[in-house]
């Protein structure tokens, strides 16, 4: 009986949410393994879903999502993969000259889209969060399960960062 | 050379997370400060690159077959409806009333195409494509929708085809077919399986039948009362299986 519940409930939260909880694994864990990761977290979900019914469930079934990608990713990176690096590697990420040549001989889709991936995933993930998924504040709390002003003081440092890297501050 | 605070409000502005008398003073302070209009700019500037080049990108097909799969019940499928067509209608309607106390009054794509059947009831345009052919109707949403529709005429049943329309669902065209009997409107729209419950309910005041196939969940919305919705699903139904088995 608590299984077909949790069936029911899988149908109506997870595969509804699911194309947004592909683009959050991949933009977490890379193309390679976010199907991995959204496998394993359909899983979580599923077993999860037996007990009580989620009150907020598109945040719900993404925290799962995002769990996991950060369980995987710590898993397969070791020790250079901690909180200190998720965040705080935002100023280390950007100005070497190197860098930015790299970035400018680029197309701009090219060039958006790696330094999307030069962000610290903490950072990225607020931005994509806010940009890619439309969430407000309040949802993207839910998700990562952080403090508001957290996720205030993420996405200011994330696009701080891209616009540099990006170059966005010069007019043009 | 920016003050930190500018930065701050610029992007609780795009974002949308200033209250109503703060985005008012926001919009005053920007037409008066050109170096505050200037980082407001700039944010737009970063969040027009960051859509346009990260597409939304959909879930690999392999990936959703697997955890539609994941997701089935045991059991074969249309258990409710096999067993109501074979206990006749009045157990069709028995069992729809039964099953009424179960629907989920929060399920979010329920409510959507209510609030679509509702919306096209009102507009007096219940449908982008008007014809009474279903070999108008059909091509029509089959262009439109990946899965097409199934239009069965059920004009001999007393329920004339008028047309179709797409509705929206988490970003994909629904199917979805209209029906008049007397002066009340019946949508129905079609779905892959994994997106609906079955059984009837009411919504909003509509009564709503979903019932589901081998290949596809079908909703119905209609002012009509239940038990001639239930009429209508049944006969609705009964067109798509006699449909399947005469087709090449």
Same mark, same amino acid.
Request: without cysteine.
């Given at each position: 009986m608590s299984e077909d519940t949790a069936k029911r409930r899988f149908r109506e939260i997870v595969l509804p949410h699911l194309d947004d909880a592909w683009r959050l694994a991949r933009w977490l864990v890379?193309? #390679?393994d976010a199907e991995d990761v959204v496998q394993d977290a359909a899983i979580r979900a599923l077993g999860a879903l037996a007990g009580a019914a989620p009150v907020k469930p598109r945040a719900w079934w993404l925290a799962v999502v995002r769990n996991t990608a950060l369980t995987h990713a710590r898993k397969r990176r070791g020790q250079n993969w901690n909180h200190a690096n998720e965040e705080e590697a935002a100023d280390a990420a950007d100005p070497s000259p190197d860098a930015e040549t790299a970035l400018i001989a680029q197309g701009e889709g090219a060039r958006v889209r790696e330094a999307l991936g030069r962000l610290p995933p903490l950072l990225r993930e607020a931005l994509m969060l806010r =940009?890619? =998924? #439309?969430?407000n504040y309040r949802e993207i709390a839910a998700v990562t399960a952080a403090p508001i002003g957290t996720v205030m003081s993420r996405l200011a440092r994330a696009r701080a960062a891209l616009a540099r890297l990006l170059k966005v501050d010069h007019d043009g | 050379m920016t003050d930190e605070d500018d930065i701050l409000r610029a992007q609780l502005a795009l974002d949308g997370e200033l209250d109503a008398q703060a985005q008012l003073a926001f919009e005053r302070e920007l037409a008066e400060r050109p170096e505050l209009a200037a980082v407001y700019a700039r944010h737009a500037r970063l969040r027009q690159a960051l859509r346009e080049h990260t597409p939304r990108e959909a879930a690999p097909v392999r990936l959703r077959a697997r955890l539609e799969k994941l997701g089935a019940s045991a059991p074969p499928r249309r258990p409710w409806l096999g067993a109501a067509l074979a206990a006749g209608l009045a157990g069709f309607a028995a069992l729809a009333g039964f099953e009424a106390g179960r629907?989920?009054? %929060? %399920?979010p794509a329920l409510a959507a195409l209510v609030s679509g059947h509702e919306r096209a009831v009102l507009s007096g345009q219940p449908f982008d494509v008007a014809s009474s052919d279903r070999h108008t109707v059909k091509p029509w949403l089959a262009a439109r929708a990946p899965l097409g529709a199934f239009v069965p005429d059920l004009g001999a049943d007393g329920f004339a085809l008028i047309g179709g329309r797409l509705e929206i669902l988490d970003g994909r065209p629904v199917p979805t077919v209209v029906y008049r009997r007397r002066e009340h409107l019946i949508s129905v729209a079609e779905l892959p399986l994994s997106q609906t419950g079955a059984g009837a309910a009411v919504v909003e005041g509509y009564h709503v039948a979903r019932w589901r196939d081998e290949e596809r969940a079908y909703i119905a919305i209609s002012d009509l009362d239940a038990g001639e919705l239930a009429i209508f699903a049944e006969r609705f139904a009964k067109a798509a299986g006699n449909a399947k088995t005469t087709a090449p």
């Open positions: 890379g193309p #390679e =940009e890619i =998924e #439309e969430m | 629907a989920r009054r %929060d %399920d």
